[in-house]
């Protein structure tokens, strides 16, 4: 069954390095996602992906985060510099294509996560 | 402002002794509620959509339905391994845009043997 892999599966960095965070969701998929969950709270949305460009952001995505598909399978998020608080489980998702509300599927499937430690 | 609120924060149960979690939700425009389940340190796992109220979807032990106000996620005599976090989520209608997922803080569901 096809599923969404992310890697490094732990990354740990300090304060201040940029890290980028790697994901190849399923193959048939048109949407991209990444979302974060600190320990203990709930999963927040950061940015969403689709034709090659950012479809919506929440305001936890600023200037020190951006996204990239380099090529026809990854999927990035990069942190330019990095802050304690950016300590969290970031999780990429996919979903297919939407051809319309009936049959529609909206369902997001998720990777495993990458748990990123800034020190 | 868009919410999702998940009761209760956690649940034990011992084996076989059937039970509901609960979410309900406050959106501009529903466009899908979904349920997952995660295991510690691991993603979110897709169970169940549901997109109108009365639609109801089953898996196994789970089976989830959906009002105006709220979805129950439904377990039948569970077992040890039903053990996780169930994750309520919703899609809201943002005009155009294909919308973003919005979480609850999810039901930790311990079944002892």
């Known amino acids: 069954e096809p599923e969404v892999t992310q890697t490094p599966s732990h990354q740990v960095t300090q304060m201040g390095q940029e890290v980028i965070l790697r994901c190849v969701p399923i193959?048939?998929?048109?949407?991209f996602y990444w979302y974060r969950q600190i320990l203990g709270q709930k999963v927040e949305f950061l940015v969403s992906?689709?034709?090659?460009?950012?479809?919506?952001k929440s305001e936890i995505f600023d200037d020190q985060f951006s996204v990239e598909r380099p090529d026809g399978s990854n999927f990035t998020l990069k942190i330019r510099s990095t802050k304690l608080e950016d300590s969290a489980m970031y999780f990429c998702?996919?979903?297919?294509?939407?051809?319309?509300?009936?049959?529609?599927?909206?369902?997001?499937?998720f990777g495993p996560g990458t748990r990123l430690t800034v020190t | 402002e868009d919410q999702v609120t998940q009761s209760p924060e956690a649940l034990r149960l011992q084996e076989g002794e059937s039970s509901s979690l609960n979410c309900s939700y406050t959106v501009s425009g529903l466009r899908g509620l979904f349920w997952y389940r995660q295991d510690p340190g691991k993603g979110p796992e897709f169970l169940f959509t549901?997109?109108?109220a009365g639609e109801e979807k089953e898996k196994e032990r789970l089976k989830a339905t959906l009002t105006k106000k709220e979805s129950f996620l439904h377990i039948t005599a569970p077992k040890p391994e039903d053990s996780a976090t169930y994750l309520c989520?919703?899609?809201?209608?943002?005009?155009?845009?294909?919308?973003?997922?919005?979480f609850g803080k999810g039901t930790k569901l311990s079944v002892k043997p």
């Open positions: 193959s048939n998929h048109l949407y």
């Open positions: 992906f689709y034709n090659n460009e950012i479809s919506e």
């Open positions: 549901l997109y109108s």
């Open positions: 989520a919703v899609l809201t209608n943002y005009g155009g845009s294909q919308g973003n997922l919005i």
């Open positions: 998702a996919s979903r297919q294509h939407a051809t319309g509300f009936q049959g529609a599927k909206r369902e997001q499937y």
